[in-house]
């Protein structure tokens, strides 16, 4: 199984409860559905936060079935973003995770460099704290980056001598990979 997910540090360092949406922003992110296949349920963040009916349960044999069943986790990781805290109660996926996400931080700063696509930041270190958490959340087990990689700022205006030599996606792509290395040391 392949995930789409990013990372996420807290919006403001200094208020615990934005710790606590990195965590519940990650596991609602990769957890939905590396969980039940791994564990045989969801995770228990979101059986607290989904309210109405709205999150299926599974019944006992279903768990059994779906307990241990992938050979691997997959990835594709592309950015992180900033997620703060919210208490209200949530209406739909986005909302229940109560951490809304900003590529800024309270004080304003970007979480990394912004990319040639307005949903895209260049954050490798997000990508190594991700590595980290799944192996500490599903005690190491294989795992395969499938996508990685980044649009660059204006491509389509510079002239192609200056595209061809492509800096910024190099950076991205040295800078993404050293981080793969370091979590996986």
């Not at 990508?127 to 795992?143: D, E, F, G």
Request: aromatic letters at 14%; glycine letters at 8%; proline letters at 6%.
């Amino acid at each position: 199984m392949t995930i789409a997910v990013g990372f996420a540090e807290p919006y403001n360092t200094s208020v615990p409860e934005d710790m606590d949406a990195v965590e519940r922003s990650v596991t609602f992110a990769f957890g939905w559905f590396a969980d039940p296949q791994m564990f045989g349920d969801y995770p228990q963040e979101m059986k607290d936060n989904i309210d109405g009916g709205r999150l299926p349960e599974f019944t006992e044999d279903e768990k059994e079935m779906l307990k241990g069943s992938c050979d691997f986790l997959g990835v594709n990781y592309y950015t992180s973003k900033y997620v703060r805290n919210v208490d209200t109660n949530g209406t739909d996926w986005g909302s229940d995770q109560r951490a809304p996400a900003s590529a800024k931080n309270a004080s304003g700063h970007l979480i990394g460099p912004q990319a040639g696509s307005t949903w895209l930041n260049v954050y490798p270190y997000g990508l190594y704290q991700l590595l980290n958490w799944i192996s500490k959340r599903y005690a190491n087990p294989p795992m395969y980056i499938f996508e990685n990689g980044v649009s660059c700022p204006n491509e389509s205006q510079i002239p192609v001598d200056q595209a061809l030599r492509d800096t910024f996606r190099v950076t991205y792509i040295t800078e993404h990979v050293a981080s793969m290395v370091a979590a996986y040391l």
